[in-house]
């Protein structure tokens, strides 16, 4: 069974300051794919960053970069600079090869202070 | 990225009646996926829906609760059936979009559902 757990259900983070989430992850598949997802008060699911398993080099977007671990099964989401903007739930998210079906973690609530 | 519209955005429904969520996207995809957030959960996959074939539920959720048509490649649409409050929710359809850099899936702006 595909497993994916965050163990931090609520963050804080300063202004401008740099903060990282953390996820740990289960999986017998070779072929898969990693996700951060942000859900902000809106409700909507917006795409934060990607990782394909094969890939060894972490995956980076503006001010998000991730740690992936694949040995450790681990996939940690680094925000920098941390804007108001960024306060939101985060979601991590393990997909299997082709499919579409995502196995979601319980999520983490960051708070961002100014 | 893909352009996914969900309809309705919010709705109150009685208990014991039936509502349809609609899902369209702006261009032809082979799976299509339904969603179910309840408040303060993660969310958990209800089915597949494949174009010209019957969806595929998982575990716990059943056709006569939650029917999906897929008509065509660009819509589809999820019934919740005879609600009570536990299905007050909020329920997201999503895509896959193959890239160049491999695939990512991406989400409609999810239907709040509250059941009184």
């Known amino acids: 069974a595909q497993t994916v757990t965050q163990s931090q259900p609520e963050m804080s983070v300063q202004e401008a300051e740099t903060v990282t989430l953390s996820c740990t992850y289960d999986t017998s598949e070779s072929d898969y794919y990693l996700f951060w997802y942000k859900q902000p008060p809106s409700r909507q699911m917006i795409l934060v960053i990607r990782?394909?398993?094969?890939?060894?080099q972490n995956a980076t977007e503006n001010r998000f970069s991730v740690n992936f671990q694949k040995a450790a099964k681990s996939f940690s989401l680094k925000i920098s600079d941390s804007q108001l903007g960024d306060a939101a739930m985060y979601f991590c998210?393990?997909?299997?090869?082709?499919?579409?079906?995502?196995?979601f973690g319980k999520g983490t609530k960051l708070s961002v202070k100014p | 990225s893909a352009v996914i519209s969900q309809k309705p955005s919010r709705d109150i429904c009685q208990r014991g009646t039936s509502l349809t969520i609609q899902c369209q996207v702006d261009?032809?995809?082979?799976?299509m996926f339904w969603y179910r957030q309840q408040p303060g959960q993660s969310l958990t996959l209800i089915a597949t829906a494949n174009q010209g074939s019957e969806a595929t539920y998982e575990s716990g959720f059943v056709i006569d609760k939650f029917p999906i048509s897929r008509p065509n490649l660009t819509f589809s649409t999820l019934t919740v059936s005879n609600m009570s409050p536990e299905d007050s929710s909020i329920y997201l359809c999503?895509?896959?979009?193959?890239?160049?850099?491999?695939?990512?899936?991406?989400f409609g702006e999810g239907s709040w559902l509250t059941v009184v």
């Open positions: 999503s895509v896959v979009r193959g890239t160049e850099e491999g695939n990512t899936i991406y």
């Open positions: 990782q394909e398993a094969y890939k060894q």
């Open positions: 261009s032809q995809v082979t799976m």
């Open positions: 998210a393990l997909g299997r090869g082709s499919q579409g079906n995502l196995i």
